[in-house]
């Protein structure tokens, strides 16, 4: 099924995956040939992700594959899609909220997935905007169905996850668009980072729910 005319939607999103894949790569968020992006295409079933064996850091629009829900290439003779088409169609078909995901193996987020547990938010931006939790789901090998199955298992029990850990792999970050799933990428590997350091120094602060803290006086101070 080849596309007959062009959709400057499709123009567009190629584009941005393509500007938000080098961006992840420069900024040190994976390396290699690992990580992938991808888009659902507004008003249609369509996905597009960066193909297999891409370097985000090189990805071009051309780069970028168009697959249906199930994960098939519209386009046989074309590129093959990235190896983890499993887990963006599960996120996909289980979030019709997300439109966007950023796989990335950002160092100190896998190193926090080793502990096979949520993602500490010990700030409270990290609080606020990554929210309630950042599962880890449990070891799997990349591209296989037992990871898909994993995050589709995340998401069920976390239903409003913005990001979630895979252990000894890296995270996904997922949202309405591009530009905020990566910013929620970031701040987890800014987080996980902090994380580490106050693991390292043993200090830890827990806490309090939003609601928990008094709301200041504003009108008598
Ligand atoms: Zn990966």
């Keep these: 099924m080849a596309r ?3 959709d400057p939607d499709v123009d567009r999103l190629k584009e941005q995956i393509a500007r938000y894949s080098v961006k992840a790569y420069e900024r040190g968020l994976v390396g290699g040939a690992g ?8 008003g249609s079933e369509e996905i597009l992700i960066t193909r297999t064996g891409v370097i985000l850091g090189e990805v071009t629009p051309d780069d970028v594959v168009p697959i249906d829900p199930t994960g098939r290439p ?3 003779q074309g590129p093959r899609p990235s190896k983890e088409v499993p887990f963006h169609t599960v996120v996909y078909r289980l979030r019709p909220d997300v439109n966007a995901i950023i796989h990335l193996h950002p160092c100190y987020a896998v190193v926090q997935s080793l ?3 949520d993602l500490p938010l010990l700030t409270v931006s990290a609080r606020l905007a990554l929210g309630p939790r950042v599962p880890c789901v449990p070891v799997a090998y990349a591209g296989t169905r037992l990871l898909a199955q994993y995050v589709g298992s995340a998401l069920k029990e976390v239903p409003d996850a913005k990001v ?5 792999h890296g995270l996904n970050a997922m949202a309405a668009d ?3 799933a990566y910013a929620l990428a970031d701040l987890t590997e ?3 980072k902090q994380a580490c350091i106050a693991d390292s120094l043993q200090i830890h602060l827990a806490l309090p729910p939003r609601e928990a803290l008094p709301e200041p ?5």
């Design 115 to 117: 502990r096979l547990a």
């Design 4 to 6: 007959a005319q062009p």
């Design 217 to 221: 006086d504003v009108a008598g101070a």
């Design 35 to 42: 990580g992938n992006v991808s888009a659902r295409v507004p």
């Design 178 to 180: 591009l530009a905020t």
């Design 164 to 168: 979630v850990l895979l252990a000894a």
């Design 74 to 76: 519209l386009d046989p």
């Design 190 to 192: 800014f987080t996980a």
